[in-house]
């Protein structure tokens, strides 16, 4: 597909800017950020020093009109592209008929229709049913109110170096203490974490399970345990994903105990993987999972979609939100499902991340810094240590690849527990010659990196 681009005419000027009123007109990212640290808290830091202004598939344009690269998507939610036509077209056609009714009051077609899709798209033959929510941590949030409504029981056990979101109960399921958790406790009860298992860093799926097992001494009896949540392929946690043979321990023992096992699939939808969830490289169903980011194609919508009769737990009024599936939200979710089919984005997704890990995998025999190059379908991950022994993680080196190759018009995330991960996230319709020039960049500004540090 074509890159849909264009460029910005002319840009604004600040100057005898009204400062009571609401305006477009910006001058530089400077000024732009000088206004940004006056008016919005330090705590929503940005990992990017430029302001955007508009976006288009897989490029970035900032407030002075220079282009970049989006190895980003806005956190794994364009996997459509930014902007696209389709999206538009459903967004407005439903603008134009309602924006919002709160489906707790009356009920709209394409919340029901979106549901129904979801549930026949999740993997595992049980029968589904679908909640809509707005944010993913509040769709998590939900799956655990599902799970102690269901189970009758409260614990649940998550995973270090997992990310769930930021909201209270989300945040003590979260495996990460900087810059998450840090100064925000005390953190909810009954939230136990064990290690994820990672060859990498010599934790095996037996010690994983083995941790489990000693949760189950030390802390909360197995029949007090409602829930055990990880993501299919930890995402914040840095691209390790779950190996085959814990996805299946973990169904035997949850079935052996009556416990739920939930996928947080929030980063892992929606064709990123090569396949439409990351649970479908697995051959166990589980009983719910959490969906956000990609599903909306840039709309706020999460969700729950999990088997029937567990989702009908809790009783009329126990679940929702004021805009949990907003009409315009699930207007876009329909079009993104389509356009997942439509333009055989689970395909592009492995040949995208086969050309990602090609081409970092050659890079890795002159960086010696760069330690692993993996990725399951187009959710890619360069590990970077601080010598070719692989013992020391090198974030100050992930942090300055990341500032240099902003530099050269590439806005690329960093991941992992250490830090020390680069994550590539590009849109699933970026073009090759456009892929291949982020990598050039991304190549480049590890390079740079090394002499710089
Ligand atoms: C796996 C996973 N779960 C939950 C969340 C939280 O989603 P949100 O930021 O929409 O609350 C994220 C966000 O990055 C995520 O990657």
Excluded: W
């Amino acid at each position: 597909m074509p890159e849909r681009t264009e460029r910005l005419g002319g840009q604004g000027n600040r100057e005898n800017m009204p400062m009571n009123r609401r305006t477009t007109v910006v001058s530089s990212n400077n000024d732009m950020f000088e206004r940004r640290e006056a008016a919005i808290p330090r705590g929503v830091g940005s990992a990017c020093r430029i302001v955007i202004d508009r976006a288009e598939n897989s490029e970035l344009f900032d407030v002075e009109g220079r282009r970049y690269i989006d190895f980003a998507a806005g956190i794994a939610v364009m996997n459509v592209g930014h902007s696209h036509p389709k999206v538009r077209e459903a967004v407005t056609a439903q603008l134009e008929k309602v924006a919002h009714a709160c489906f707790q009051v009356t009920p709209y077609t394409p919340y029901i229709e979106l549901a129904e899709r979801l549930n026949a798209a999740a993997p595992g033959p049980s029968p589904k049913k679908t909640i809509f929510l707005t944010s993913g941590a509040e769709a998590v949030e939900n799956a655990i109110k599902i799970a102690r409504r269901h189970t009758g029981r409260s614990a649940v056990i998550t995973f270090t170096g997992g990310y769930h979101g930021r909201t209270m109960f989300t945040l003590g399921m979260t495996g990460k203490v900087v810059p998450y958790k840090a100064g925000f406790g005390p953190m909810p009860g009954d939230i136990f974490h064990v290690p994820f298992p990672i060859d990498l860093h010599g934790v095996s799926v037996d010690a994983s399970m083995h941790a489990i097992e000693q949760v189950f001494k030390g802390d909360v009896e197995a029949s007090g345990v409602a829930a055990i949540v990880l993501e299919p392929i930890l995402g914040e946690g840095g691209f390790y994903p779950a190996p085959p043979a814990l996805m299946r321990r973990l169904r035997e023992l949850c079935d052996q105990h009556g416990i739920l096992l939930v996928a947080d699939e929030i980063q892992t939808g929606f064709a990123r993987t090569g396949k439409m969830f990351a649970m479908h490289h697995h051959d166990v169903e589980v009983d719910l999972m959490t969906v956000a980011k990609s599903l909306g194609g840039g709309l706020p919508i999460s969700g729950v979609i999990g088997r029937a009769e567990i989702m009908d737990a809790p009783t009329a009024g126990g679940l929702g939100g004021t805009y949990g599936g907003n009409a315009l939200s699930c207007a876009a979710g329909l079009a993104v499902l389509d356009i997942i089919e439509e333009e055989g984005l689970c395909d592009r997704a492995v040949a995208q991340g086969a050309r990602i890990q090609a081409h970092m995998k050659k890079a890795a025999e002159r960086l010696e810094v760069i330690g692993d190059v993996r990725g399951t379908g187009a959710m890619c991950a360069v590990e970077l240590f601080q010598d070719a022994s692989r013992k020391k993680p090198a974030p100050e080196l992930a942090k300055k690849a990341q500032a240099l190759a902003l530099e050269e018009g590439l806005v690329v995330l960093s991941c992992g527990l250490h830090g020390n991960v680069l994550r590539v996230l590009a849109p699933l319709t970026i073009s090759d010659p456009l892929l291949d020039e982020g990598l050039a960049i991304l190549e480049h500004s590890i390079e740079r990196a090394m002499g710089a540090i």
